[in-house]
Nanobody
Framework: QVQLLESGGGLVQAGGSLRLSCAAS????????MGWFRQAPGKEREFVAA????????NYADSVKGRFTVSRDNAKNTVYLQMNNLKPEDTAVYYC?????????????????WGQGTQVTVSS
């Protein structure tokens, strides 16, 4: 198993930036692809970004492409989501997820472990 703990959420004005972190413990982190998802009130959980085991392959939802960057530091067992030019529609609980596979995926069902989530609120 992998335990995941997100941090870095908060309240920010539109146009601002936040960096989310997800610290992993347990199962060997470097073998896992990692993903970020978000869920706004009344909406389904949606894919935001994913990164493969080495960090060499990343994928993004169209809504965040060019504004968000996913990265990882396997030595620190941590994955990051840098969010720039935030918009009110980015407001959601953001979840980190681990996949027991080296390649990325965009469906929640493809991921095996989830963090508890961190709230991101963007004011207009």
């Amino acid at each position: 198993q992998v335990q995941l703990l997100e941090s870095g959420g908060g309240l920010v004005q539109a146009g601002g930036s936040l960096r989310l972190s997800c610290a992993a413990s347990g199962r060997t982190f470097s073998n896992n692809a990692m993903g970020w998802f978000r869920q706004a009130p009344g909406k389904e959980r949606e894919f935001v970004a994913a990164i493969n085991w080495s960090g060499g392959i990343t994928n993004y939802a169209d809504s965040v492409k060019g504004r968000f960057t996913v990265s990882r530091d396997n030595a620190k067992n941590t994955v990051y989501l840098q969010m720039n030019n935030l918009k009110p529609e980015d407001t959601a609980v953001y979840y980190c997820a681990a996949r027991f596979h080296s390649l990325t995926a965009s469906r929640p069902d493809d991921y095996d472990c989830w963090g508890q989530g961190t709230q991101v609120t963007v004011s207009s």
